[in-house]
């Protein structure tokens, strides 16, 4: 989220889209319900009536996968009636930007297009994107027509794009009725007004798809055009779905970063000098903060809480002990589990989730996962992923794979800090002790590490030498000393206190010390205190930070995390800066600086977020000082009190190389503006915009488990899955309970009346849903809050199916997962699968 | 005993003007005290932030002092400033997480073929965990890749999770990934 729960009730028009707010995080209704108490609109659009639609003023339906045909409509309809804040639009983002000649858009294609190749790899196809550069000056800034008159700048552009949206074609896409569509488009458009603020609240129903990135982007150029980004009550707020995805995101529990949003290093880049000059942008623009130039600093001290004192100037930081990706490969969830469908990867861990269950395309999961030689299963409790081997339809004689599974503690029999949606990292606190003989995540990976340390140390004591002699033949492969040891022996592993994990070490070095005595700015800091926060960090080794974006959460000043004070911030509007710690500096409201204009005033004088309070003379300012929220960069405003530009003036969107928000984007794989696409399996014959049928950049996969059927008679109902509130995920931590499970207790499909008439289904009996994947045994839950869609000339039925089941539990051993049906194919941009869109057939048993 | 909700308040009225024996046939008043004493005389408290969708609601756990030093009860923290009190069903549950008797107390094996667990200890399980990592990771170990760029990792070792773990658990089970080599780094933020 750019901003955060609490900042919901700030809004004057909250749109939910893509989520379901109300069942799957139903204390952020909270917030909601006092917006509309103030006099909020509240839309919801989405496929079902869903219980956060009953809460609606305005609610209307699309079909799955279509939402940017009518985010698109929205765009052209704001262009059309002038309803774009024009101050914010100028001045804020790049729609006066110049585009290069290069760039075209043909028959649902962009230029510089280049169609995949069979057997080299999953994608489908790629981009050139340097065709859509922009066009600069001779020192490199980007021109401008701030008249925005130019056939060629961005604004002129995004409108021929979007011409093609007009209502009648959405409506035909979407099957949202013309009326609804106009609906939507008025209330929500009308917050471009300025002072005015609306919001988006979105979820898993965007990013599941093939063109699931394009679908946020669309509505982060609404939120542009409208001047809702850096404002009280509006933002882009992605809800996220667990209670630390955003800290595990932060600290890159993924292939393609480092912690703090660094990225992962590419084969060519074999030097860190190498490393650093690829991902260090450089502005020549005086007004152009550009955050990420400070790139080396947060890269070094990252280094340095990796290997603390082995790592050197000299040897580059210990940069090359840590692995590269291949310059074009891709090490994904898809791609994990496709190579190991292709019996490539031979260990596994699965650490805390359920893959069995939670990834798409579970049948091809769970095949892979019997071609493994071990895994290492840590959970709550017993999951399908850890007892795959004796699932459904497995035979446990034929499975080879040794399976090791560890008992983990449960949240509150331990101590550390989790990180909200709303960027809030909170601290929680031991209750009981472990249950049992289970253990904090932290000690199992201490002491896990600490044994892999002990093999590979040359210098073993002379007891372990014996005992492995002893063991004749596996002495030989088990010898002390190993391949590569150096990132093992030189990896800092000081974060026990008496044997046991200690978060509170861990959390120190993730915020980062001085390593020798430094003065920055006529200030003397100590060796071995910490860092005040990441400005100060420093690229030549003598700081450390884990993850630089937290560097400001545990200081010489305690923990900030732990912080309870529930006083406002003098503006009142929810920021709490003393409750809890938010990244980045404790930043509550993200871009803060475009809530003022150019003079640093706010633009809305009653629920303002920051407020340039600089002394003044002759109607120019002459100090700076900042009110309110910890301002996006402590620099002067744009302009003084008399209208002059300032030289030394920030443009407000720091983390962007030239300081504007990105209404064209030219770093996606898929385009630099959004366009509709239907999804990999779809519905309809033709795509009513263009040519091209599908993302032609989708990623898709070929093995035999990877099959996929549009406009296939054999599967004619669009599926998606969703949550409900009583279960969490694959419900591996909800299922074993008997409350929940009283409340939700099986699987189910739901469906419309009218679907459920045509295949003579009843309420409430056991039903087959099937894909070109797999088929799942679900109860028949016949509703009103699936309608027919009618979509250019035919009827569209949709159905969907929870994703929180598997066989483990309930006992019965009946309830399965609807990822056997969903397919592992997805987004180019994040390789997401598209789980929110695909075709089933429903049957009676 | 059928009694009508009138019934009942009269009842009850009674109770609480001062009668020690209600027409109930029982006395209401020893149990309210006992179910306080609980919380109040016995219990520890701690806060904690829900562990379920990342909405962050604050609850207060109470933990026995007494016996088997298990939780007590689980509920919505007034004092936090996003939930202020309030819970969703998962989060009121929360205390059927941990007190749940079908929960994993000790490690367990699974060998080839076989169709079985068996429980072994914590220092067995993670000293053969430590020799496959490395017996796989030592096999695999590619210094340069096929265009002759250094590269010092192995793709035969795979990792998932996890958005459960808490920021400190994930930035050290990170480190020990990327300094095993592995590149095949995932997680619950993919999906």
């Known amino acids: 989220m750019t901003n955060h729960w609490i900042d919901l009730k700030n809004s004057d028009c909250i749109l939910i889209m893509g989520s379901n707010a109300a069942e799957n995080h139903p204390i952020s209704f909270k917030y909601v319900t006092e917006a509309m108490r103030n006099g909020a609109k509240l839309i919801s659009v989405d496929p079902r ?47 006066s930007f110049i585009v290069g000649k290069d760039f075209t858009f043909e028959n649902g294609l962009f230029s510089g297009y280049t169609k995949g190749k069979e057997g080299q790899g999953p994608s489908t196809g790629s981009y050139d994107k340097a065709k859509w550069a922009f066009e600069v000056d001779e020192k490199g800034i980007p021109k401008m027509d701030k008249t925005l008159q130019d056939p060629r700048c961005v604004f002129q552009l995004m409108k021929k794009h979007y011409e093609r949206y007009t209502p009648d074609v959405v409506s035909t896409i979407t099957g949202t009725s013309q009326e609804d569509l106009l609906t939507v488009y008025k209330t929500y458009s009308a917050t471009g007004e300025t002072g005015k603020a609306g919001t988006i609240m979105y979820a898993m129903g965007w990013t599941q798809h093939t063109v699931g990135t394009q679908m946020i982007r669309t509505m982060c150029m609404i939120q542009l055009l409208l001047g809702n980004m850096g404002v009280a009550g509006g933002g882009v707020n992605a809800l996220r779905g667990e209670s630390n995805v955003q800290g595990s995101t932060d600290h890159a529990l993924l292939w393609h970063l480092w912690p703090g949003y660094l990225k992962g290093p590419k084969a060519s880049q074999d030097t860190l000098t190498a490393y650093n000059t690829k991902w260090t942008p450089k502005s020549s623009d005086p007004q152009s903060v550009n955050w990420w130039q400070n790139y080396p600093k947060y890269a070094v001290s990252m280094l340095k809480s990796f290997f603390g004192d082995k790592a050197t100037k000299e040897n580059d930081f210990g940069y090359s002990w840590l692995p590269k990706a291949d310059d074009t490969g891709s090490y994904s ?59 459904p339809g497995v035979d446990p004689k034929k499975v080879k794979t040794e399976v090791f599974m560890l008992p983990a503690a449960v949240s509150v029999e331990k101590e550390g800090s989790i990180i909200n949606s709303g960027r809030w990292m909170q601290w929680r606190y031991q209750g009981p002790k472990p249950m049992g003989d289970s253990r904090p995540d932290g000690d199992i990976i201490m002491e896990l590490f600490n044994k892999i340390k002990e093999l590979y140390h040359k210098d073993a004591p002379v007891a372990n030498k014996g005992k492995n002699n002893k063991k004749g033949k596996k002495s030989n492969q088990n010898s002390k000393g190993g391949v590569f040891p150096e990132p093992i022996l030189n990896l800092k592993w000081d974060y026990e206190t008496n044997g046991a994990y200690d978060p509170h070490k861990a959390a120190k070095e993730i915020n980062g010390y001085f390593l020798n005595d430094v003065t920055i700015k006529d200030k003397q800091y100590k060796k071995g205190t910490l860092v005040p926060n990441f400005t100060m960090l420093q690229a030549d080794g003598s700081t450390s930070s884990g993850c630089w974006v937290y560097c400001n959460s545990y200081t010489e000043d305690g923990n900030m995390a732990a912080r309870r004070d529930t006083q406002d911030a003098p503006n009142n509007i929810g920021l709490y800066p003393k409750f809890a710690w938010a990244w980045p500096l404790n930043r509550r409201i993200l871009y803060n600086r475009a809530s003022m204009n150019p003079k640093g005033e706010p633009w809305n004088k009653d629920k303002w977020v920051v407020k340039f309070a600089g002394e003044q003379k002759d109607g120019k300012w002459t100090t ?15 302009q003084n009190p008399d209208g002059t530009k300032r030289e030394d003036g920030k443009n407000p969107f720091i983390m962007q190389k030239d300081g504007y928000g990105q209404i064209y984007g030219p770093g996606l794989a898929d385009g630099p503006f959004p366009e509709h696409y239907e999804p990999l399996e779809c519905p309809v014959e033709k795509n009513y915009l263009s040519p091209q049928m599908v993302n032609p950049t989708a990623v898709v996969y070929s093995t035999d488990q990877d099959s996929h059927a549009t406009c296939d008679p054999r599967f004619p109902f669009v599926g998606t899955t969703y949550r409900v509130c009583e279960h969490w995920q694959t419900g591996l931590m909800t299922r074993p309970q008997s409350w929940l499970m009283e409340l939700q207790p099986q699987m189910f499909v739901e469906m419309s009346e009218e679907l459920a008439a045509l295949r003579g289904i009843k309420n409430g009996e056991r039903v087959k849903v099937s894909s070109a994947r797999g088929e799942v045994k679900c109860t028949a839950m016949v509703t009103k809050r699936f309608k027919p869609f009618k979509i250019g000339n035919g009827i569209v039925h949709q159905v969907g199916v929870p994703w929180h089941f598997g066989w483990r539990w309930p006992d019965s051993g009946a309830e399965e997962s609807a990822n056997l049906l969903t397919p592992s194919a997805g987004d180019p941009n994040t390789r997401i699968p598209e789980t929110k869109a695909f075709m089933v057939n429903v049957t009676k048993l | 005993m059928d009694l009508n909700r009138r019934e009942f308040i009269q009842v009850t009225s009674a109770t609480a003007a001062g009668l020690a024996v209600s027409t109930l046939g029982f006395d209401l008043m020893p149990v309210k005290a006992h179910a306080q004493m609980l919380k109040t005389k016995y219990a520890k408290e701690t806060t904690t932030i829900c562990c379920y969708c990342a909405v962050g609601c604050g609850a207060i756990v109470h933990t026995s002092q007494r016996g088997d030093g298990r939780v007590i009860n689980i509920e919505g923290d007034p004092d936090h400033v996003i939930n202020r009190g309030a819970l969703c069903p998962k989060g009121g549950s929360m205390k059927q997480l941990v007190e749940n008797e079908n929960r994993l107390t000790r490690p367990m094996y699974r060998a080839p073929f076989s169709d079985e667990w068996q429980a072994v200890s914590w220092d067995w399980a993670l000293e053969h965990i430590a020799q496959k990592i490395k017996a796989t990771r030592d096999a695999t170990f590619e210094t340069k890749n096929s265009k002759g760029q250094v590269v010092n990792r192995t793709t035969a070792i795979a990792s998932v999770g996890s958005a459960a773990m808490d920021n400190e658990e994930c930035w050290t089970y990170q480190a020990m990934l990327r300094a095993l080599g592995l590149v095949y780094i995932e997680h619950q933020a993919r999906i």
């Open chain 1, 49 to 95: 009536f869903t219980k956060t639609s009953s809460k609606a003023d305005i609610y209307t339906a699309l079909r799955s996968g279509t939402d940017i045909a009518f985010l698109g409509g929205m765009i052209k309809y704001i262009l059309d009636n002038n309803l774009y804040n024009k101050d914010y639009t100028v001045e804020y983002t790049n729609a």
């Open chain 1, 333 to 391: 969830w898809f791609d994990i589990f496709d190579a190991m469908y292709k019996e490539k990867i031979k260990g596994f861990f699965s650490w805390g989730q359920n893959p069995a269950c939670s990834g798409s395309n579970s049948g091809k999961t769970r095949q892979a996962l019997e071609k493994l030689e071990w895994l290492v299963n840590v959970n709550l409790f017993d999951n399908e992923t850890g007892s795959f081997w004796r699932g």
């Open chain 1, 624 to 638: 700076t000082k900042w009110e309110g929220d910890i301002p996006d960069g402590p620099a002067f405003p744009l």
